[in-house]
């Protein structure tokens, strides 16, 4: 069993287009993530949700847009897709909000905008 | 903010020859570590990390890490590698923002097997 599954694995897209990512973990945690891998394989947060409630948001263009409809779920919708926004995204869960927690992270969705 | 450095980006190294993969991070008063590996297309798994305690930590695959308080590293060591080795690896330090935990990875280092 997979724990933080994601889909697609691939995504290939027009620019302005909107799409979705979605993700997924069954270890019954209750904090989950998203994560960006831009080109140069540099890893950076995204945002963080803890029991569905939005809690990191770093900087990010309002065209993403995370939801989370219940602990093991969170989405990613982004609108109006750029060429920079061709990246890795990462998803991740983990058992709380402290600073010694374990992330566990999904396999990736590479999302390519032409 | 934290910050994470790996000194480099790529190392290649020859089967059953040690390698050492360099990480310093800026300095905080409780510091927590974590090495991931990224296999080709594939998503990060943890291999260890350092919370409390000894500071030398070990993973399953005969990989270890020190942490060094005084030169504010967390070198990943292996005494002989295999080409299966062959990956991406990620070190990261622990931050707290708005009360949530996040990651701040270093740059990323290559390792190259070479039969």
């Known amino acids: 069993d997979t724990a933080v599954s994601q889909t697609p694995k691939y995504l290939v897209t027009q620019m302005g287009n909107d799409k979705s990512i979605k993700c997924e973990q069954n270890?019954?945690?209750?904090?989950m993530y998203w994560y960006k891998q831009d080109s140069k394989k540099f890893l950076k947060i995204m945002f963080s949700?803890?029991?569905?409630?939005?809690?990191i948001n770093e900087t990010v263009p309002n065209r993403f847009s995370p939801k989370s409809p219940d602990k093991a779920h969170l989405n990613l919708h982004i609108n109006s897709l750029e060429l920079g926004d061709s990246a890795v995204y990462f998803c991740?869960?983990?058992?709380?909000?402290?600073?010694?927690?374990?992330?566990?992270f999904g396999a990736g969705t590479r999302l390519s905008v032409l | 903010a934290q910050s994470v450095t790996q000194l480099d980006s790529q190392v290649p190294v020859f089967e059953e020859a040690p390698v050492e993969l360099r990480c310093n991070y800026s300095?905080?008063?409780?510091?927590?570590l974590f090495w991931y590996v990224q296999y080709p297309n594939q998503g990060l798994q943890l291999l260890l990390k350092?919370?409390?305690?000894?500071?030398l930590v070990e993973s399953i695959n005969g990989f270890e890490a020190e942490f060094n308080k005084s030169q504010t590293s967390f070198h990943l060591r292996k005494p002989s590698v295999h080409i299966s080795d062959t990956a991406e690896y990620f070190c990261?330090?622990?931050?707290?923002?708005?009360?949530?935990?996040?990651?701040?990875f270093g740059q990323g280092t290559r390792l190259t097997i070479n039969p």
């Open positions: 990261a330090v622990s931050e707290m923002i708005q009360g949530a935990q996040k990651l701040v």
């Open positions: 350092y919370l409390s305690g000894s500071t």
């Open positions: 300095s905080s008063v409780s510091v927590y």
């Open positions: 270890l019954g945690h209750d904090t």
């Open positions: 949700y803890n029991n569905k409630e939005l809690i």
């Open positions: 991740a869960s983990s058992q709380g909000v402290g600073p010694k927690n374990i992330q566990y």
